[in-house]
């Protein structure tokens, strides 16, 4: 069953598990297993996604249930009025504050402007040697796109050095190898915990927020982050 974080005759939001398709992409390849398709058995109604997350991506995943209000939130998104917050894990410390300006190329080849805001929120250093190193370190940030690319997140912190923890496309393989061999986790630790946006009918200001999962508290814990405020 997938977890519902908000719902009423407009719109539903769940927490999308790390793993599950949002729907057939050509891009993604084939599953089993469709958000989408989950999502209507579960509530016996047709939905709608609004947007999408990457299949490894955890977290806040909102649809419509009629085809007018989609074109209303479709525009809020175009229109960069929806905030969307992520929690990552990333490789080494990353200033404590940044935004990453830098355009990135699109699945057809065509560059876009994109914009990320981020600031960090904990570091860690602990005891696993790590090439020349005796020591490996990590930091939590709290990311905010500004604008929607595909893989921006992935791809913003590649260009910045700090890749995703278990990230395998954009990310750093020797360091998902040491994890998977030292800790059995090979978890990418990016979560879509918060989406805010105006509700479409009512233009009431809606906060979903969306708790981490096992996987995502089990690196925290290993890395003695606090996680309390996201679990």
């Known amino acids: 069953m997938l977890e519902i974080l ?15 398709l949002v729907h057939k992409s050509f891009y993604s390849g084939e599953a089993d297993t469709y958000a989408i398709q989950e999502l209507k058995k579960q509530i016996g109604q047709k939905v709608f996604p609004v947007h999408r997350l990457d299949r490894k991506t955890s977290g806040v995943l909102l649809f419509t249930l009629d085809k007018e209000t989609l074109r209303a939130m479709s525009d809020q ?13 990333l490789r080494g410390w990353t200033k404590e504050e940044e935004t990453i300006d830098y355009d990135l190329v699109n699945e057809n080849e065509v560059k ?8 960090r929120l904990q570091t860690s250093e602990i005891d696993l040697p ?10 939590l ?3 905010i796109p500004e604008t929607g690319r595909f893989h921006q997140l992935r ?3 590649k260009h ?3 890749p995703i923890l278990g990230c395998r496309k954009h990310g750093c393989n020797k360091q998902n190898k040491l994890w998977l061999q030292t800790f059995s986790i090979n978890k ?11 509700h479409p009918i009512s233009n009431e200001r809606i906060t979903v927020n969306a708790t981490i999962d096992d996987e995502f508290k089990r690196v925290g814990d290993i890395l003695n982050f606090d996680l309390s405020s996201y679990s």
């Open 112 to 119: 876009q402007n994109a914009v990320t805001y981020y600031h």
């Open 77 to 89: 998104f175009a229109t960069r009025e929806v905030e969307k917050k992520y929690l990552a894990i």
């Open 6 to 20: 908000y719902r009423d005759e407009h719109l539903i939001a769940i927490n999308k598990p790390s793993g599950l």
């Open 160 to 162: 910045i050095l700090h």
């Open 155 to 157: 791809k913003h912190f």
């Open 141 to 143: 940030v709290e990311a």
């Open 188 to 198: 990418m630790t990016l979560h879509a915990h918060q989406l805010v946006f105006n």
């Open 130 to 139: 790590f090439l020349k190193h005796q020591t490996s370190r990590y930091c």
